[in-house]
């Protein structure tokens, strides 16, 4: 899993797998949010658009990573 930012044009990339040359439908979900889907339903990614507002805003540009089975935590802090 791979995540990019390309703050001249402010998307972000959540990659999940690579691509590798298959075929994916890129799915709009609303103004700010396109998922990436091969025909067999495996998502590869996730882009967010307008990706300040949505990196930095609720947990202060932390990306939180949480085992709920273990009850662990940890923040990385994706600067800005």
Request: aromatic share 4%; charged share 30%; hydrophobic share 35%.
């Amino acid at each position: 899993m791979k995540l990019t930012y390309d703050p001249r044009h402010n998307v972000a990339y959540l990659r999940l797998h690579k691509k590798a040359g298959r075929e994916v439908e890129t799915i709009r979900l609303s103004d700010e949010l396109n998922v990436d889907v091969a025909p067999d339903g495996t998502v590869y990614g996730i882009e967010l658009l307008n990706a300040n507002e949505q990196l930095w805003g609720e947990d202060g540009g932390n990306l939180v990573l949480l085992n709920e089975a273990e009850g662990k935590q940890r923040e990385i802090h994706l600067g800005q």
